[in-house]
């Protein structure tokens, strides 16, 4: 019973040191860490409440993160796997931020709220992470234009929710996957109406299974990928497709006669397959707008009857299909039809295209085939181009306009017309449609399947134009105006055209109107009847009102230092721990270039520069080298990311610890002295002591004093062997604190450690607990300031919300750090483990066992962290609480302070070591 009021008591008062600000502490957290990963970062992103501040681009529902919304600002840098800390978050929108790059994090499968993710055209790579599958309300999934490679997530097929899939345009390879026995597939996604998977690698059959009459997709889009096999019938059972894109990949044998069974299909791409057997009978089908079998390896026919029969036809792209005999007149009456192109046929006979034939018709590209004449019945005033180049009727030589080969027609032209050019703009100000001189959001708006092919006439644009522009006005956007301009066909026949926003009354958006914009067009937009489906990729904006003065500057160039976390993330820490080393390393140089201290400096002699030190002395490289018995691997007793560790024996048997510093993480002269002259004035049996240092031959060492059992990780994680029951755990407890205290009171300037954590608590043959690692120490030179403004460092996991945020490092920075090893000390688990961030599952915890005492309702928000000086003071009273001496054995650790290690007992097999006064055994805590 003690040890459990002990365990509420102490888990309680943990609780106390971490609370941070208003904004939900998990959600701050998160926030502050995609903060500190990403460049580019809105100016407004400053102080510590995201929510109360409002800070740009990020949407809150009272104290919770619900969207993320900053779509085109140029971010830069990598998505962090702490984003899962946002459990309510609903909308996710990167979109066009080409610089964010790497994995997405796994643990983005924790979201559970997420029901719009939107990283369109961003620089994304790696495999799509599985555990999207657990977006239980995951709507619209857009990772289109990115660098995605590996499989289609077989997982997805569990978004039962999912309208829209939108994976196009990537370099995903394998299979589609389909469910079987335990494990799902995309053929159980019978709600999506999008599936976009065009412009990738993906292999193999498409598997009859995927379809079925289930399914209500409208949009199947698989062109440009490397499918083989047939084309399955069951895809006949999907009634209400719309649109189906095939083209452009391998696939073989005869199209499923039931094909024409999909009567609502407006935009059908067969072309350039290798399919063979009979051209495919689409009568019946009589919504097809725009059809293109062109380039596959079709039997023989004669011209199909339904080349007159379907009355919708914009767009015949037959190319190379086998077809002879003579063309009917009748089939080019429907009354919206654009374009005919039969280019290498067997067509023959006389070409008549009659009189009534629809106002559209543009082209009738025959050339190549057998055509050996042509009735010129046109209307008056009627410009249809006609190509029969390469016909026995152009072979004489012929001089008529249509044996000629067309140029490729220009179709440069804006909607609305451009009718301020008298207007000058100045430098890259560019005039709108109003006539006024701003800064437009521009991007290429891209159909991927439109009903019509007739680009030379703007007015088919005029109804995308209206719908653009009132979609921005009802959304509230600050759009003055809105132009179209330059429609082309790529190769894999999308319709490009270049979109221009142009803001309100400003000459230029600011974070929120753009992100505003990227939104409606990655999500929102639903183009007019015939442009079918369609994707938008903007350029990022490069002209913020914060930006105008100069070139664009990294905004946040806080980094995250790190190692103990988990798996998943670890690959990006590496990655950022590289790019950090690598510039601390570069400033390090050029630091110790510029500011050598002990350029100057004649070891042992007292000249000025030489660093100003108590208590320890220099060591030369020969002499440490001699007590290491030459850096011999069995004197190496652990590594980190600076270097080694070395065991050494004195000349009078004391044992000392030699941190030797590897090339590539020196420090800078500078630095090295500061942190020589901090730790010598540092004396206190909580905290280890420097004996020495080594500044020789390129090299970089700090002699400290032996302490015998390593970290309290390692101790915590049972590696080292020592037993950490709860009264131990609560004696390291009390020691970290009482370090620290004398760190931030008693010292003189006071110090702030900045990376308290497990790895830097040792525990010595008494099992004291010793602060030690002083490498990101700051002094607080100004102490009566209350905080130094500094870069943030740290170790993930550890670091203080509040000191992210505002880069104000104050003593309760340390305070949080502790709170956090005290939750170490208490579950064994380590800040950030699985994706799971220990602050945050205590939290839970507590939440759920409220007979607590109620004691999180007493609990004071983030400034009234205590000062260690009472954190000191509460664990003692707990101790007290719980029958323990706090203060048991302080004499003997004197000895040991001096170095003199006097008892060499083994100690960590005596339980006497510390006085039980009545106390249950520790093992029974969670009974
Ligand atoms: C279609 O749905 C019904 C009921 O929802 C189910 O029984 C049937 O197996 C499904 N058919 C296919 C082909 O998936
Ligand atoms: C045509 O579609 C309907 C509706 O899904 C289906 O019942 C029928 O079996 C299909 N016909 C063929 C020949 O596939
Ligand atoms: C094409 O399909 C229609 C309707 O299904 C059918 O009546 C016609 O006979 C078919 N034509 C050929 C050549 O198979
Ligand atoms: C056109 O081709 C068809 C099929 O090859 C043939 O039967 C017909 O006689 C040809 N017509 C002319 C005018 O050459
Ligand atoms: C240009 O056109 C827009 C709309 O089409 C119109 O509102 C504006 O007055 C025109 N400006 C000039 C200078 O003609
Ligand atoms: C961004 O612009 C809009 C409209 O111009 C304005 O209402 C909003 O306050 C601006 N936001 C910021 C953070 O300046």
């Known amino acids: 019973m003690v040890l459990r009021i002990l365990f509420s008591l102490l888990v309680a008062f943990i609780q106390f040191l971490v609370i941070a600000a208003w904004t939900n502490e998990y959600d701050l957290a998160a926030i502050q860490s995609l903060k500190n990963t990403w460049e580019h970062v809105p100016p407004s992103w400053v102080g510590d409440d995201p929510c109360e501040n409002r800070w740009e681009g990020i949407g809150c529902n009272n104290s919770r993160v619900v969207s993320i919304t900053l779509s085109g600002i140029n971010l830069s840098g990598q998505l962090s796997s702490d984003i899962e800390e946002l459990a309510e978050l609903q909308t996710l929108d990167l979109s066009y931020n080409k610089g964010l790059t790497g994995p997405l994090p796994p643990s983005i499968g924790n979201m559970k709220k997420l029901s719009n993710l939107l990283l369109v055209g961003c620089g994304f790579s790696g495999l799509i992470p599985p555990s999207i599958g657990s977006l239980q309300d995951l709507v619209f999934l857009s990772l289109n234009s990115n660098s995605f490679i590996g499989g289609i997530p077989p997982s997805i097929g569990l978004l039962s929710k999912l309208y829209w899939l939108d994976l196009a345009d990537n370099k995903l390879i394998g299979t589609i996957p389909v469910s079987k026995e335990n494990t799902p597939g995309l053929d159980m996604l019978v709600k999506t109406k999008h599936f976009h998977l065009g412009n990738n690698r993906l292999s193999g059959e498409i598997p009859p299974q995927l379809f079925s ?25 999907v009634q209400t497709l719309e649109v189906v894109r095939l083209d452009k990949n391998s696939l073989s044998g005869s199209v499923p006669p039931n094909l024409n069974n999909l009567t609502y299909v407006q935009e059908l791409f067969l072309a350039n397959n290798k399919l063979t057997g009979p051209l495919p009978n689409l009568t019946g089908m009589t919504f097809l707008n725009y059809v293109d079998l062109s380039n596959n390896s079709f039997a023989v026919s004669d011209v199909p009857p339904w080349f007159s029969t379907l009355q919708s036809l914009t767009s015949l792209i037959m190319e190379d299909t086998q077809i002879q005999g003579q063309l009917p007149v009748s089939m080019f009456s429907p009354f919206q039809l654009q374009t005919v192109v039969l280019k290498k046929n067997k067509i023959n006979g006389t070409l008549n295209i009659g009189s009534s034939h629809s106002d559209q018709l543009q082209l009738i590209d025959l050339r190549n085939n057998l055509i050996e004449a042509f009735t010129v019945t046109q209307r008056a005033g009627y410009s249809v181009q006609i190509v029969l180049a390469d016909n026995p009727i152009c072979s004489e030589g012929g001089t008529e306009k249509y044996c000629s080969i067309p140029q490729p027609s220009n179709t440069s032209y804006s909607i609305p017309p451009e009718n301020c050019t008298t207007y000058r703009c100045s430098s890259d100000q560019i005039s709108s449609p109003t006539c006024k001189c701003a800064y437009p959001y521009t991007g290429a708006i891209v159909f991927r399947a439109p009903s019509f092919s007739n680009l030379g006439n703007s007015s088919i644009f005029e109804s995308l134009y209206e719908k653009l522009y009132l979609t921005f006005q009802s959304n509230n956007l600050p759009v003055d105006s809105v132009s179209l301009s330059n429609p082309t066909k790529n190769l894999d026949d999308y319709l490009i055209l270049n979109l221009r926003v142009f803001p309100s009354g400003q000459n230029r958006f600011n974070r929120t109107a753009i992100s505003g914009i990227g939104l409606v067009l990655s999500n929102r937009f639903e183009p007019p009847h015939g442009f079918g489906t369609f994707n938008f990729i903007g350029e990022s904006y490069g002209y913020f009102a914060d930006l105008a003065t100069g070139p664009s500057k990294s905004l946040s160039s806080a980094i995250i230092i790190g190692a103990a976390v988990g798996g998943s993330i670890l690959f990006l820490l590496l990655l950022i721990a590289g790019v950090y080393a690598f510039r601390q390393k570069r400033r390090a140089e050029v630091a110790s270039k510029k500011n050598d201290p002990f350029a100057s400096w004649e070891p042992n002699t007292n000249s000025g520069g030489v660093p100003q030190l108590k208590g320890a002395r220099f060591f030369s490289f020969e002499e440490l080298k001699k ?23 004195l000349s009078n048997g004391k044992l000392i610890a030699i941190k030797r510093a590897q090339k590539g993480s020196m420090q800078g002269g500078l630095e090295f002295k500061t942190e020589i002259e901090l730790l010598s004035r540092v004396h206190h049996k909580n905290v280890v002591s420097l004996i020495g240092f080594c500044f020789e031959q390129g090299e970089q060492m700090l002699v400290y004093e032996y302490i015998a059992n390593g970290t309290l990780k390692d101790s915590l994680s049972g590696r080292s062997g020592i037993r950490l029951d709860w009264m131990r755990r609560l004696r390291i407890a009390l020691g970290a604190a009482r370090g620290l205290q004398y760190l931030h009171d008693l010292a003189n300037p006071p110090i702030i450690h900045r990376d308290i954590k497990s790895t830097n608590i040792l525990l010595d043959e008494r099992l004291n607990a010793k602060v030690t690692d002083f490498g990101l120490s700051k002094l607080m030179d100004e102490p009566e300031k209350g905080h130094v403004t500094t870069q943030v460092k740290g170790t993930m996991g550890y670091l203080d919300p509040e000191y992210y945020m505002t880069q104000q490092l104050t003593e309760k920075s340390d305070v949080y750090g502790f709170g956090v090893l005290l939750l170490e000390l208490l579950t064994a688990r380590k800040p950030i483990e699985k994706g799971k961030y220990i602050v945050r599952e205590v939290k839970l915890e507590m939440d759920k066992t409220k007979e607590m005492y109620n004691l999180q309702q007493i609990l004071d928000p983030g400034v009234n962290r205590p000062p260690m000086r009472e954190v000191v003071k509460e664990i003692e009273s707990i101790m007290e609480l719980a029958g323990l001496n706090p203060n048991a054995e302080s004499a003997s650790t004197s000895a040991s302070y001096e170095g003199e290690n006097k008892g060499s007992d083994n100690p960590y097999t005596n339980e006497s070591l510390f006085t039980y006064s009545g106390a249950h055994p520790p093992s029974s805590a969670d009974g």
Do not use: A, Q, W
């Open 627 to 649: 007590y290491t018995n030459n850096f011999s691997e069995v004197n190496d007793v652990g590594s980190g990311g600076y270097g080694k560790v070395y065991r050494g024996t």
């Open 213 to 237: 009459s289930n399914m209500t997709l409208i949009h199947l889009l698989l062109e440009n990928n490397s499918l083989t096999g047939n084309i399955p019938s069951t895809l006949g059972l």
